[in-house]
């Protein structure tokens, strides 16, 4: 069974800090895989990833996949209350049908 | 900058009732996506629809779910015979081809 598993589940850490999330997946037939922040309501893009080792970035966060051995990481540098989301990892396996993971919930104490 | 919408934000319901979902996904995308995500639980696939029929759908997406087009801008999601078990958030979300998708707000469908 396609899964995808992120870590921690939660972190609490204060502005300015730089945190690191993790993804790791098993799935039979790997396309992609994408990072979306979700606050309130919906998931919104931050990026896509398909080949191993070429860093995707966007202002104070970044993005790196290792297909070998199957897993992702987010990183937000000097980070700010406003990045206080859910963090969430997904996986295109097949046809674009995303398979997510739990997500990583970041608290950003001021 | 374009975006998925989707009415109501919030449906209640009685159970055995059906409910229509609405979604207005982005012009120019071609595929559209329905999911579901259950309170503290993790974003669940439902179906997906292309070219007028569906592409992919998930063992969740039963005979109690259905997805139309019917004109060129709104995109549904039926659920024939509501149940206590299908309260979550349902997001609809579209893209132009490939796997990055955008989402809707949501709409979060409590059964009673």
């Known amino acids: 069974e396609d899964k995808v598993v992120q870590s921690p589940l939660s972190l609490v850490v204060h502005e300015g800090d730089t945190v690191t999330l993790n993804c790791s997946y098993e799935?039979?037939?790997?396309?992609?895989l994408l990072w979306y922040k979700q606050e309130k309501k919906a998931p919104t893009f931050l990026f896509m990833l398909?080949?191993s080792g070429i860093e995707k970035k966007s202002g104070r966060l970044s993005s790196i996949l290792d297909k070998k051995e199957l897993f992702s990481i987010l990183n937000i540098t000097a980070t700010q209350t406003g990045d206080s989301a859910i963090y969430l990892c997904?996986?295109?396996?097949?046809?674009?049908?995303?398979?997510w993971g739990a997500g990583t919930k970041l608290i950003i104490k001021p | 900058e374009p975006e998925v919408t989707q009415t109501p934000s919030h449906q209640v319901t009685q159970m055995g009732q059906e409910v229509i979902l609405r979604c207005v996904p982005i012009?120019?995308?071609?595929?559209f996506y329905w999911y579901r995500q259950i309170l503290g639980q993790k974003v669940e696939f439902l179906v997906s629809?292309?070219?007028?029929?569906?592409?992919?759908k998930s063992e969740i997406f039963d005979d109690q779910f259905s997805v139309e087009r019917p004109d060129g801008s709104n995109f549904t999601l039926k659920i024939r015979s509501t149940k206590l078990e299908d309260s979550a958030m349902y997001f609809c979300?579209?893209?132009?081809?490939?796997?990055?998708?955008?989402f809707g707000p949501g709409t979060r469908l409590t059964v009673t």
């Open positions: 979300a579209s893209s132009y081809g490939g796997a990055v998708q955008y």
């Open positions: 012009s120019n995308h071609l595929y």
């Open positions: 997904a996986v295109d396996a097949r046809n674009y049908q995303l398979i």
């Open positions: 629809f292309y070219n007028n029929e569906i592409s992919e």
């Open positions: 799935v039979t037939n790997f396309r992609s």
């Open positions: 398909t080949s």
